[in-house]
């Protein structure tokens, strides 16, 4: 068919100095902090200067439980923020930073794709500002404070086998991932198991997600629990004395990062927590300057609607006081296939029927957004192999569903493509009938929290979880834990705990293996299912292969 | 008396936009890549185009044997390029970068001193431009590559009890000096014993300082042997096919970083390999383009002369190609005076015997430093207690050793106080009596390299070395390696192993304690005494009074 891929497409942009970008949501070149000519921070003065101003409309992007298919959720994330330009909205787009060790395994990936970009692509897969290298170094600094601490006489009485801050590095490292430190004698310290996370696992990374500035950052990184004593007390980030230094050295990451779509449009780029223990979506404080600064702001939030769209609502929208005004559910014929029972490699052909007997997905993520008093609007992406038929399908689906189905081509097109999106997506809005309000309340008991997600998102029968389980939570709630919302670590690609059902099950258990406070972020951790914070590189990693060419451009990345 | 504290001068400073210092030496805003305002990175393009131009004069700034009294060298190199630039020549400094972690440990430290410093400090002091962050993540990488490579099969036979390529964090953590990695069964690889440096002792950081260009660097980084396999044949990291990627890493952390003096005058920041393992000079690349754009360039290296001079002659200049017009050697009278036996609390006082008494370690490194073939001045770096008997004293001495010693008073005055030294070191340099040689040819046997540093620079009787170290020398000779430069690692404090022996010490021995070869760097490190590659946090690290107060200044890092 001849389409170029990402990256070529990435090349040709015809970008803009940062400064222009900027001067468009009114930033000063005083303002930004440059990164180069294509990227920069917003100042903490004009982000002061802004918070009187009048919010615009807040637009969430959320998909159905993800396929090998691929849905383009990060694409119509860029592409409806292009189609609201074109259609005269000032609309700025918010998403995560791409963590860099993974990029080397298996090969990075663009922001967006197609005709719907975020650049400088290169760079957003590498260092781009270096706000994960500053949340290593600063979580690094707290590891080295703490076994120092313990070194120097441990005045806090440290139980050196409760050190439950563990290390982190950047990379898919898996040799690290279980380590005995401190070895080599009196000189080095006292010996104790250990081990490495990579760095978006790291809870520095979801605190500098969810604070609203630097002070409630250093309030928060103080909290963190990094220990317990023998009677097991907590030992907190503060009692170590590091959560300033740890300020001064996450003092620029906080400020979120200005760079713009293929069409010129700006789009802030900043934080990447893991979307399984952590909330998975890009940064409070890039968010709410957003709003103060556009007409429209388009976001997304990590994997399916029911991990996602469920913690964007119950954790950031809580915690920041955001309210959605529509949220857009991204599907796709293929997806919807797959969701139906074709294997991907029969994807190519037409088949209604399967199109049909995936669609109770999607059907699902609409009931269970629109159970937050937030109106839903469907993006059918398309992909150039989908029929006529098909899309009919999905539509009649959707409609059927109280929503309406969108079919939007921004991969092939741009904004021309996904401006019959963004039009809809206007028209909801503007209607001013969402009304949202979390699932649950902070005062609900912390295992009656786990069980509304699991019966009224996932649509389980029960939730499955032994007494020291229940007990942890209520030592929780006692010690005044009990107001944190929970964070659910499932597998996405189901809303069972089963990643092998697809569609819209019914019935299942979900079984709690393990629960963590992440005090600092201010969210209890529920973890159903084996969950990977240190991947490890294939057999063959992408590395391999990625080297500079005679043109300085970089081969082997995308 | 009521100066100012250095990191009161540095916020007090007028710096000018960076775009307005890069113009000072012909750089456009397209060949700058700014990081914020005030700090940017000097484009290849650039580079590349300057290559006809003639170079300017390069002089290096070392100094006798530190003492606890301090000897100013930095503040002198960045004094001196002040003063050059006051008297109409265009001159450019060049310095090292600061590693971010033993900042958390003790103080931080500013680029130079009182009225002749490098700003911003603060960034210079922290993340700077993130060169060291990508030095990590390249290390980090080959690192994953190396373990992932052996779980996957380890198709090198990799012997995993002699792998070499130690893993690095740039923080001060002693309880990662040593480890064992791979722990906790199948899924996380072959337990082995390994462990952490800090980021400056990489390889890595070496390479990078000594490479022409990117080519240079990836070929240089494929050289680095990671691991021997049973057969004792080494495992380079071009085995690991990890040279490509992390050069990728590295292109940004390649191109130099221009700041400013409190002055106003461009200075190039980079680079900073350890001065004892490593050369401990900037890099290869800012200097060479600083003299392409410059009509002097006023450098410096690490510690005293007897280690930094040489390396610089016999390592750097080697290597590059480059040739000193003139050497500044720094002393003060304080330090004299320690070296004549006067304790740190006694040095207020006058004590004209004891300057007299502690010159001979001046004497030796003018010598030493002439016998490269290069003129020396001597620059007497003023503290406002010295006596005009004292300075005299020193004045004196060194009339006497062939050099013209000149007080130079940058730190009160900055320009106007460096202004004679400026003068002098242009009589001296454009004199044009400067022949530079290294000491030793490229075909001098390993062994007799290291005998010949240490008869002719350190004046010993004799080197120690047992029968392995000899046999290894031998078989990186067999090896193809024996053309070499050496690189020793001694202690800074004497021109002895022995640290407490202070003056000008005839008649010891250099016991060799170890060889490493750095092959990518291309020297073998001659260990002479311990070396501390992981540095520990003191009982109170300064990190616990470091944050950031209401007006977002930096409290406690200086």
Chains 1, 2 share one sequence.
Not at 364 to 377: A, C, L
Request: contains cysteine.
């Amino acid at each position: 068919m001849g389409y170029k891929s990402d990256i070529e497409i990435a090349r040709e942009a015809k970008k803009r100095p940062i400064q222009e970008i900027g001067e468009k949501r009114g930033i000063s070149n005083d303002d930004l902090l440059p990164y180069g000519h294509d990227k920069a921070k917003v100042s903490q003065k004009f982000i002061d200067s802004v918070q009187g101003n009048k919010n615009g409309k807040l637009i969430l992007v959320t998909a159905i439980n993800p396929t090998p298919a691929g849905e383009g959720k990060t694409t119509t994330t860029v592409g409806l923020g292009d189609g609201l330009n074109r259609i005269g909205k000032k609309a700025t787009v918010c998403i995560r930073e791409a963590s860099l060790g993974p990029n080397f395994g298996m090969k990075g990936g663009a922001a967006g794709g197609g005709y719907a970009q975020v650049v400088p692509m290169e760079d957003m897969n590498l260092h781009f500002t270096g706000d994960f290298h500053a949340i290593t170094s600063a979580h690094s600094l707290l590891s080295a404070m703490l076994d120092n601490h313990i070194y120097w006489g441990n005045e806090q009485n440290i139980d050196t086998r409760r050190v439950v801050w563990r290390r982190v590095v950047d990379m898919n490292d898996r040799s690290l991932r279980q380590i005995t430190s401190s070895l080599g004698g009196v000189s080095n310290g006292f010996a104790r198991e250990d081990g490495f996370d990579i760095t978006v696992a790291s809870e520095v990374m979801a605190i500098l997600c969810l604070s609203k500035n630097l002070k409630d950052l250093e309030e928060r990184l103080g909290s963190m629990i990094v220990a317990y004593r023998r009677d097991r007390s907590p030992v907190f980030c503060r009692d170590i004395k590091a959560e300033g230094a740890m300020t001064v050295l996450l003092k620029d990451a906080m400020q979120p990062n200005l760079v713009q779509t293929l069409e010129n449009n700006p789009a802030f780029v900043h934080g990447g927590p893991f979307a399984n223990i952590a909330h998975g979506c890009n940064s409070v404080i890039a968010t709410t300057t957003a709003l103060k600064i556009s007409d429209y702001v388009v976001t997304e939030a990590g994997f399916g609607a029911d991990l996602g769209a469920e913690k964007f609502m119950n954790i950031k929208c809580r915690k920041a006081g955001l309210a959605p005004d529509c949220v857009v559910i991204v599907a796709t014929v293929r997806a919807m296939k797959m969701n139906g029972g074709v294997a991907k490699a029969d994807l190519g052909a037409e088949n209604v029927d399967a199109v049909k007997a995936g669609c109770p997905n999607l059907g699902r993520h609409i009931e269970n957004v629109k159970s937050f008093g937030v109106p839903v609007v469907v993006a059918i992406n398309h992909f150039v192999t989908d029929t006529e038929a098909e899309i009919e399908a999905v539509k009649t689906f959707v409609a059927n569903h109280g929503a309406e189905a969108v079919l939007s081509r921004h991969w092939e097109l741009g904004s021309e493509g996904s401006e019959p999106l963004a039009r809809k997506v206007v028209e909801v809005a503007e209607a001013g009938n969402a009304n949202f309000a979390p699932l649950y309340p902070d005062d609900m008991p912390l295992f009656q929290k786990i069980e509304t997600i699991a019966k009224r998102i996932y649509r389980a029968d029960e939730v499955l979880a032994d007494q020291k389980i229940r007990s942890q939570l209520k030592e929780w709630e006692a010690q005044g834990y009990g107001h944190l919302p929970v964070c659910m670590a499932k597998t996405q690609y189901s809303f069972t705990t089963d990643p092998n059902r697809r569609g819209a099950p019914t019935g299942h258990s979900v079984p709690v293996r393990e629960v963590r406070l992440s005090a600092g972020a201010g969210f209890v951790v529920v973890v159903c299912g084996e969950i990977m914070t240190m991947p490890g590189l294939p057999s063959k990693p992408a590395a391999e292969t990625i080297r500079l060419n005679d043109d300085g451009q970089i081969e082997g990345l995308f």
